[in-house]
């Protein structure tokens, strides 16, 4: 098949809708991520080691194996569709299912958006923005090239800010994600969010998360946003709003600037009772929490048959067993993450 932009002779019709989803808690599951890929040209240190192991490319599910369990997905209700990686626009020919994809705007689905560290932006802009992608996140937790290097281990400063002004001029509305780290950016958190609100960004701030081993100590970077907000109010004038995105992220205006700022607290105060999300592999793993080792095989059941009925079954099976929440602690008598994988694998 033909993978380059704007080809997707064989892509399914729209799917008919299916039954919703709803979990055994009554929640109604609309958002759907999916980690395209466990590969990134970063390595932050948050996240996963500097010689990672990754996926061999033989495990990972096609591009249109992606698009056919995505479309299922959306024909039981999910209405927004984040991308992920890894860092998704390292995957080959991304673009092919993205476009792809994009047909389903309009139809049954609201949103179709991703999350992106910026170093391959500036090349894919424009294309995301005709495929309809309208907002996407940024991970950006320095203004500093040194220390963004150092966070990064492999990143270049200046193709992100040149990845995120792309962006913007393809009219594209860009959120800043900073992890909030102990000791690294904790006293440039105020910076961060006056160049984000300066620029026309929102900033959305995250607790660190024990997941996979990293070779850093996580016990050590763990910063409370409690604290981090507190410091905030003794400068500026926080003021609750009901803006939501669809995330788990709670939000302030800050009057000061008149941009908004999200917190994304797992730790200090969990999200879980509102969570409507489900989180998808590039290997076809459907995690039902992103704090839980539970997990349902979606690619047996998507190539064992054409039928998407099959599929269908399988989908709702997992759904029964999505958690009441996440048990995310620091462990800091043994230092080890609560979650043996890696973020990289489901995308945070």
């Known amino acids: 098949m033909d993978h380059s932009p704007g080809t997707w002779q064989t892509a399914a019709p729209l799917a008919e809708q299916t039954a919703p989803m709803v979990d055994p808690f009554g929640r109604s599951v609309t958002y759907l991520r999916v980690s395209v890929t466990d590969r990134c040209d970063f390595r932050c240190t948050y996240c996963m080691a500097e010689n990672m192991t990754f996926l061999p490319k033989k495990d990972l599910l096609t591009l249109e194996e992606l698009d056919r369990l995505c479309s299922a997905f959306i024909a039981k209700g999910v209405r927004k569709l984040r991308l992920t990686g890894g860092e998704p626009l390292v995957r080959k020919n991304i673009m092919f299912l993205i476009r792809g994809l994009s047909r389903h705007l309009g139809g049954g689905l609201d949103e179709l958006t991703l999350t992106t ?12 923005a005709d495929c309809g992608v309208r907002r996407i996140n940024v991970s950006l937790d320095t203004l500093d090239p040194a220390k963004f290097k150092s966070i990064t281990r492999w990143g270049e400063f200046d193709k992100v800010i040149e990845g995120i002004k ?57 910063l409370p946003l409690s604290l981090v907000r507190s410091r905030l109010e003794e400068r500026f004038t926080l003021n609750e709003i009901p803006y939501k995105t669809g995330g788990p992220a709670r939000y302030v205006e800050v009057a000061e600037t008149g941009g908004r700022l999200g917190f994304i607290t797992p730790l200090t105060h969990n ?78």
Do not use: W
């Open 166 to 222: 792309a962006a913007q001029a393809a009219g594209i509305h860009v959120k800043l994600n900073a992890v909030a780290l102990k000791d690294f950016n904790e006293a440039e958190i105020p910076d961060l969010m006056t160049f984000a609100h300066a620029e026309g960004m929102d900033l959305t701030l995250i607790e660190t998360m024990p997941m996979g081993e990293t070779g850093e100590d996580r016990t050590d970077q763990y």
């Open 117 to 128: 560290n910026g170093s391959q932006l500036a090349k894919h802009a424009a294309e995301l």
């Open 271 to 348: 999200f879980c009772e509102s969570c409507n999300r489900v989180r998808l592999t590039c290997t076809g793993t459907l995690y039902m929490c992103l704090g839980q080792d539970d997990a349902a095989d979606l690619r047996t059941a998507l190539r064992a048959s054409d039928d998407n009925a099959y599929l269908s079954a399988a989908i709702d099976e997992a759904i029964t067993r999505k958690p009441k929440g996440h048990d995310f602690i620091i462990d800091r008598d043994h230092r080890k993450p609560a979650v043996g994988r890696h973020m990289s694998v489901t995308g945070g």
